[in-house]
């Protein structure tokens, strides 16, 4: 009998192949300052354009975007939930609007998660072939033959990813089905996350009267959607700045590699811009937006910015700062986040791939001088980056804040094979390492 872990995400994705027959289906990314949602209708037609536009990749299922909106983010803090009925508010809010936009109802929704501490592990198999040429059954063999890492109690897996094959001397193979070969071998890439995070947005969800279809790590999302296929093929990492928290994602071969997550983001920027100013936190925000930035020249010190208020105080509603003391609040934090963000990197080993190109997005990419200083503390390869642009997407979603949401699309319609994809042979299953893994799934389905 087949193990949970994979009639679990087995039935994701039928219900995600269900969806795409229907002709509809929701993307949620449930962050902590924003909640974006996208409908989008496939229709098997659409190709890349002329003009750059993605619907499709050429003999795919092809999509559009026909409904968008986005909602203040409530209840959510690191990228996890914290106050059910509020998240569930904001997500109601979200998807009517998208609703509406779209003049279609939709019951089937793919979210994406930002928090819950990502971890990565790398997994290798081998096994020698019964018959010359490479089979289906050969492939769920030579990942069941992957020794699977005791990953904890509390945590469940989120991806587990075929990253690379090898058919006796020749590695680098994405799909070795139907070639000649003796031995056959893999590596894994294995994506862990907290229990509780997945679980508390399974049952959000359930509460909006959705059908989940899929969870997807918000890194590797925005990864997807903003790594070049240049930088995706020769190795990258993608840095998402958030509100709550920014995600880490590394590619190499098409295939992500390493994700991880740095519980901090604009939103503590934010806070502290507050705390300095003495300002409420709406206000903070707007002055972060309009004037932010974390490079100070001369000019700054003599550039005031008006803070205002509204205690009733005359004398202390009409204050004002220079830029440069703004940008002495916001820096340190900036470069706080940075110095984590390298630590990962440089734990997963980013400096020993062919190419080490860095690619900043999410909304807190906008901060002016960002990538200068991104390039001092992580390495001279650094660019902003923007989501693909995708058929039907509004100009208002095109920024760097909603490459989650178009990356999610991208993996919706388009997803890469995971272990679940495959016939795992029972007796060669490390079932005592995996079945944690759909406790969530069970309790919420």
Not at 46 to 54: A, N, P, Q
Request: with cysteine.
């Amino acid at each position: 009998m087949m193990t949970d872990l994979y009639q679990a995400q087995r039935a994701m994705r039928q219900i995600r192949r269900q969806a795409m027959q229907r002709g509809v289906i929701a993307i949620l990314d449930v962050g902590s300052s924003k909640i974006a949602c996208l409908v989008l209708r496939f229709d098997g037609s659409e190709r890349l354009r002329e003009d750059g536009t993605i619907g499709a990749m050429a003999g795919q299922t092809g999509f559009r975007i026909i409904g968008a909106a986005t909602t203040r983010s409530r209840g959510v803090q690191f990228g996890e939930i914290v106050a059910m009925q509020e998240t569930e508010r904001a997500i109601r809010t979200a998807l009517q609007a998208a609703q509406k936009m779209a003049g279609i109802r939709v019951d089937h929704v793919i979210a994406c998660l930002s928090g819950a501490s990502p971890r990565s592990y790398g997994l290798e198999g081998e096994i020698a072939l019964d018959e010359q040429i490479v089979a289906e059954a050969d492939v769920g063999r030579v990942m069941a033959a992957c020794e699977v890492p005791d990953y904890g109690v509390r945590r469940e897996v989120l991806h587990a990813q075929p990253v690379n094959f090898a058919l006796d001397n020749r590695s680098g193979l994405s799909d070795p089905r139907g070639q000649l070969g003796q031995t056959l071998s893999v590596d894994m890439h294995l994506l862990t996350a907290d229990a509780a995070p997945i679980q508390n947005l399974v049952y959000c969800l359930r509460r909006c009267d959705l059908e989940l279809a899929g969870i997807v790590s918000s890194a590797y999302a925005s990864g997807m959607s903003t790594l070049v296929e240049d930088e995706q093929e020769l190795g990258a990492a993608c840095i998402d700045l958030g509100g709550g928290s920014t995600g880490i994602s590394i590619f190499m071969k098409k295939h992500m590699i390493f994700a991880d997550a740095v519980r901090m983001g604009g939103d503590h920027v934010t806070a502290d811009v507050s705390m300095g100013l003495g300002v409420p936190a709406a206000t903070a925000e707007r002055i972060k937006t309009f004037y932010g930035g974390v490079h100070a020249t001369g000019l700054d010190d003599r550039e005031r910015i008006d803070i205002g208020g509204n205690t009733g105080d005359w004398e202390h509603d009409r204050r004002s700062v220079s830029r440069a003391e703004l940008i002495g609040i916001m820096r340190p934090r900036v470069e706080e986040i940075f110095e984590e963000v390298r630590q990962r990197l440089d734990a997963a080993g980013f400096e020993h791939l062919p190419s080490r190109q860095i690619v900043l997005t999410g909304g807190g990419n906008q901060i002016p001088g960002l990538d200068g200083l991104a390039s001092r503390i992580l390495g001279q390869h650094v660019r902003l980056g923007r989501p693909l642009r995708v058929h039907g997407l509004p100009q208002a979603a095109t920024g760097a804040g909603f490459a989650s949401a178009v990356g999610l699309a991208l993996c919706a319609a388009h997803p890469q094979d995971e272990w679940w994809d495959f016939e795992i042979p029972v007796d060669r299953y490390p079932a005592h390492s995996l079945k944690r893994a759909v406790r969530w799934f069970k309790d919420n389905w």
